[in-house]
């Protein structure tokens, strides 16, 4: 069983709706990651919270909001989707950064299809 | 730009004999390298890691080693078990934060 927790693990919603995907780790970790993944592609980095605030922003549309209610929660709220945003949504945590001995711990992801 | 890169796609190898997965990259500041698996319909699961300053490191039947000056990792798995089908993903850090992963390689374990 992973540590890290994502719901739904499946997501259909069209592109006028506003949903939120959610994520949760009791492991005491202090970093909190958004990833995005198409497949047959790398993981790619969205957003990093450390110590419960917004540290790492890659450029991401702001159809995309995160937010870290605290220590143990990550949301990403998606409003106005494209369906090129169909993707898996990966939620990862780690100790501290991605240093030794602080490698990331991912969830399942949510399959998200944007219709 | 793809920093980090996984030239094989997949590979298919006999059970009980060597996985060599191969990873290069082009940031000379990557001081940290990890190697990821991942089942379908599950999230990557860390396997291994190693710092900029070993050429080794090792993990039961998992051995990671960087070659620095050639910008080169490899991951090798003996010996090979069906369990070990899964896509292995190399990454790098050179950021507190931030991880580069490479494509993937599709790792197929025949009996």
């Known amino acids: 069983d992973t540590e890290v927790t994502q719901t739904p693990k499946h997501l259909v919603m069209g592109m006028t709706n506003k949903k939120s995907l959610k994520c949760e780790q009791h492991?005491?970790?202090?970093?909190m990651y958004w990833y995005k993944q198409k497949a047959k592609k790398p993981p790619e980095l969205m957003f990093v919270?450390?110590?419960?605030?917004?540290?790492i922003n890659e450029s991401v549309p702001s159809r995309f909001s995160p937010e870290c209610p605290n220590s143990s929660l990550l949301n990403l709220h998606l409003h106005a989707l494209q369906p090129e945003d169909s993707a898996l949504y990966l939620c990862?945590?780690?100790?501290?950064?991605?240093?030794?001995?602080?490698?990331?711990?991912f969830g399942n992801g949510t399959r998200l299809t944007v219709t | 730009d793809q920093q980090v890169k996984q030239n094989s796609p997949s590979l298919s190898v006999q059970e009980g004999r060597i996985s060599i997965l191969n990873c290069d990259y082009t940031?000379?500041?990557?001081?940290?390298f990890l190697w990821y698996k991942k089942y379908p319909a599950e999230g990557p699961t860390f396997l291994i890691s190693?710092?900029?300053?070993?050429d080794k490191n090792e993990d039961g039947r998992f051995t990671v080693f960087l070659n620095k000056s050639a910008k080169h990792l490899s991951l090798h798995i003996v010996p090979s078990q069906p369990g070990d089908s899964a896509v292995y993903f190399c990454?790098?850090?050179?950021?507190?934060?931030?991880?580069?992963f490479g494509a993937g390689t599709t790792v197929t374990v025949r009996a």
């Open positions: 990862a945590s780690s100790q501290g950064g991605t240093g030794p001995d602080s490698p990331l711990h």
């Open positions: 990454a790098a850090s050179d950021d507190d934060y931030k991880l580069s």
């Open positions: 940031n000379s500041m990557f001081d940290y």
């Open positions: 919270y450390s110590y419960e605030k917004l540290s």
């Open positions: 492991m005491g970790h202090r970093a």
């Open positions: 190693i710092s900029s300053i070993k």
